[in-house]
């Protein structure tokens, strides 16, 4: 069983729609993370949160927003997302943000644009 | 930057057999590698991870990796695999100029015949 749960495990939504993935972890983490996995690719790391701050933000299309509201919680907000977006979107957290600092991921939301 | 390379996608071994998954890296200074195991419809599992120190290491699951650094290598070990080793398998680094940077390889996709 994974640390850090993802919610919801699947999502279809229209081009139109807004949406939100959440993440949360209650290991004391203070640094999040989410990727985007397409099939048959690695993970692509798409924004960096540390103590609630954005500290990377891979030129990430503004479609989507993410979210720290706390320590234990990480959002990411979809708006007007195309089918190329249809992908697995994986939510990892690390003890701190510094060298070396192994990241612990959820199941992921599998999520389909129609 | 710092790379990462699998060479072989797709590896088939009969349940008891040993294993090896082959990694290497391109990066001046000792890196901070990665072995993470993705099972289908799952998030990423951290296996093992190398800093420093001894070459060797032990990871979860049975599994060993060993770092050289004359082959800029880092290479997955399991003496008998099971079938349920059968997984997509990434290693990693960091990109030690944003410490919470993951580079993920392009995986190895392992089948398991019994």
């Known amino acids: 069983d994974t640390e850090v749960t993802q919610t919801p495990k699947h999502l279809v939504m229209g081009m139109t729609n807004k949406k939100s993935l959440k993440c949360e972890q209650h290991?004391?983490?203070?640094?999040m993370y989410w990727y985007k996995q397409k099939a048959k690719k690695p993970p692509e790391l798409m924004f960096v949160y540390s103590y609630e701050k954005l500290s990377i933000n891979e030129s990430v299309p503004s479609r989507f927003s993410p979210e720290c509201p706390n320590s234990s919680l990480l959002n990411l907000h979809l708006h007007a997302l195309q089918p190329e977006d249809s992908a697995l979107y994986l939510c990892?957290?690390?003890?701190?943000?510094?060298?070396?600092?192994?990241?612990?991921f959820g199941d992921g939301t599998r999520l389909s644009i129609l | 930057a710092q790379s990462v390379t699998q060479p072989d996608i797709h590896i088939t071994v009969s349940e008891g057999a040993s294993l090896e998954l082959r990694c290497n890296y391109s990066?001046?200074?000792?890196?901070?590698l990665f072995w993470y195991v993705q099972s289908p419809g799952q998030g990423l599992q951290l296996l093992l991870k190398?800093?420093?120190?001894?070459?060797l290491v032990q990871g979860i699951k049975g599994f060993e990796a060993e770092f050289k650094r004359s082959q800029s290598s880092f290479n997955l070990r399991k003496p008998s695999v099971h079938w349920s080793d059968a997984a997509e398998y990434f290693c990693a680094v960091i990109n030690t100029g944003t410490a919470s940077k993951l580079t993920f390889g392009t995986g190895t996709r392992l089948q398991v015949t019994l």
């Open positions: 990892a957290s690390s003890w701190r943000d510094s060298l070396g600092q192994p990241q612990h």
């Open positions: 990066y001046g200074a000792t890196p901070y």
């Open positions: 190398y800093f420093s120190g001894d070459t």
């Open positions: 290991m004391g983490h203070r640094a």
